[in-house]
């Protein structure tokens, strides 16, 4: 009888079991099973449209690792290129050879890759390899910086003379030749007409090229000297109805006077460098004067190192080479990045140099603190149209009068891509990041642009040249409290603060706010020196001009008068 009652009790049991089944949890799939009997997978339907697509990739040709049918194709896909070509070669073999970069570092192919990849004319993709960066897949992504795509390598309007063309190896003999005609960079050295680039090479020799602004690309490109020379004195120039010399386009082009340009000429003038005009002759010349061919510019790389001065620096006034050492002087001491010992030998060049330094022309500080002037707009005259630079800055100029110093700083940064180095284009920046209050890149380029052009040590800005008279004094209380709270801390005070505080107060007028600023950064700096261990050190000389052209003060080497 118990045996009866325990089948009965395990039929119940098994019953119970497969009715709970069908309450079973899950993904509300599970009777998505193929009719399989070895089946084990769900069953999802594909992608119609991928699936018709790939079929299309099929017949007219374009799928990739040999799918392609080898036969005429019937009709074109709506995405196919259309344009008629001399052959195809080319594209079919990289279409079968597409996935190729999956074989990378395995048994040499990767050299195989890259030597077929130059056989044919084509750079590497570095998306699918990169011998220099190890093993990567069709499937990886690379970095941002590596990324070549079509437009950069078949778009050559911008492309740099200099840089060599690796598209163009063929064989060793070919890779030779490529390198001798793609001349090494040696530097770049900045002139009042342009840039002048130094490049050596094998075939070329020694070249010292002079680089543009062109307005049409936004680039600099080298000087065209048959377009801008002057036309023969045969010729006469073109007039309009009154009589007047007509504008010609070359006249249009020429680029916008800044203020820069006239602080430059009243330090001409200031200093006696105006060309005396010859006076008339009282008969004309029965022969017209040779051509004397124009000389290089004063100082270029490549001349004799000698002691030897070429002709044309004996033309050069005496303050602008005062002027040239001054910035040469600044800029090394700005490169030591901090305090360095200064010799022991009080007779040594070096030291003899560096007084010689401190006592600059007294005459030279004199004009850069008379020229220096007002200035109440960036640009001298209305800017020409087309001129994208004086665009650039009159906008900029704008936008500094409105309180957006944002949108200014990217106005001012599009017009020194255009001009690198432009002295306006960085006195816009430097305005635009004080008002937007990016303190620490606006002392750093601050203190670049008096290394570089420490004649512009004198200038005072007004106007929407510079951020109203309330954002100013914000400012220069931010910066003080900032340097309270370093003091307070015993730590040391930030050189950033100091300085936008002693130049604030220049441009406002605040003599002790000057005096705050320049003190405080002689006091860190000889903070540093004794954190250093340094018993002598050397003065910064950007802060004794500053002294001397802000607050008007003598060095302390010369005697009170």
């Known amino acids: ?74 009709y074109a896909d709506v995405d196919e290129f259309r344009a008629a070509l001399g052959s195809d070669s080319l594209f079919r073999f990289r279409r079968d050879t597409y996935s190729s ?33 190890g ?7 690379p970095p941002a910086e590596r990324v070549v795509y079509s437009s950069t390598v078949f778009d050559r309007g911008g492309a740099d003379s200099v840089a060599p063309d690796a598209g163009t190896l063929r064989s060793t003999a070919s ?88 602080l430059l000429e009243r330090l001409k003038t200031r200093e006696g460098d105006k060309p005396e005009k010859p006076e008339p002759p009282t008969t004309p010349p029965t022969t017209p004067p040779p051509a004397i061919p124009e000389p290089p510019p004063p100082e270029a790389p490549g001349f004799p190192t000698d002691g030897t001065k070429p002709p044309a620096a004996a033309d050069r006034p005496a303050w602008e080479i005062n002027l040239d050492a001054m910035r ?20 040594s060049d070096e030291n003899k140099k560096r007084m010689a330094f401190a006592g600059v022309d007294d005459e030279l500080l004199e004009s850069i603190r008379q020229t220096g002037g007002r200035v109440q707009s960036y640009l001298a005259a209305n800017p020409n149209p087309g001129d994208l630079y004086a665009e650039h800055v009159s906008q900029g100029e704008k ?22 180095g432009d002295v306006t284009a960085m006195q816009g920046r430097l305005h635009a990041q004080i008002g937007a209050g990016l303190y620490l890149s606006a002392a750093m380029n601050l203190r670049t642009l008096f290394e570089q052009h420490p004649e512009v040590l004198g200038v005072v ?39 936008l505080l002693a130049y604030l107060g220049f441009q406002t007028n605040d003599r002790p706010a000057i005096e705050r600023g320049l003190g405080t950064l002689e006091r860190e700096r000889a903070a540093q020196a004794a954190q250093l261990e340094i018993a002598n050190p050397e003065p910064d000389p950007l802060l004794a001009l500053l002294r001397r052209i802000w607050l008007a003060e003598k060095p302390q080497e010369e005697p009170a008068k």
């Open 1 to 74: 009888m118990s045996k009866q009652v325990h089948i009965a009790f395990l039929v119940l049991a098994a019953g119970s079991s497969a009715a709970s089944a069908q309450n079973a949890l899950g993904d509300g799939r599970s009777l998505e099973r193929t009719t399989q009997s070895t089946g084990i997978l769900e069953s999802r339907r594909l992608d119609f449209a991928n699936e018709v697509r790939m079929r299309n990739a099929i017949v007219t040709g374009s799928a990739t690792d040999g799918r392609s049918l080898q036969i005429a194709s019937p």
């Open 101 to 133: 970069g999956t074989g990378v570092g395995f048994r040499g192919t990767e050299s195989l890759q890259y030597q077929y990849a130059f056989t044919t004319g084509n750079a590497r993709d570095s998306g699918i390899f990169n011998r220099l960066a």
């Open 135 to 141: 093993i990567t897949t069709n499937l990886s992504t």
């Open 175 to 262: 890779f030779s030749a490529t390198r001798g005609l793609s001349p090494a960079l040696i530097g770049y050295r900045q002139t009042r007409e342009g840039f002048e680039r130094m490049t050596a090479s094998t075939l070329l020799g020694v070249r010292n090229d002079l680089l543009i602004p062109d307005l049409a690309t936004q680039r600099y490109v080298e000087k065209n000297t048959p377009a801008l020379a002057v036309p023969p004195a045969s010729t006469a120039a073109p007039t309009d109805a009154s009589g007047e010399p007509a504008s010609t386009p070359l006249d249009s082009a020429a680029p916008a006077r800044t203020a820069y340009d006239d």
């Open 328 to 347: 040469e002087h600044l800029i090394k001491s700005g490169l030591s990045g901090g305090p360095r010992p200064m010799d022991l030998d009080p007779d």
């Open 399 to 420: 936008l500094i009068g409105t309180r957006k110093f944002f949108d200014a700083e990217e106005q001012f940064a599009r017009a020194l891509a255009m001009r690198p």
């Open 461 to 499: 800005f007004s106007g929407s040249t510079m951020p109203e008279p309330e954002r100013l004094t914000g400012i220069k209380n931010d910066l003080t409290a900032a340097l309270d709270r370093s003091a307070a801390k015993k730590a040391l005070a930030s050189p950033e603060s100091a300085l």
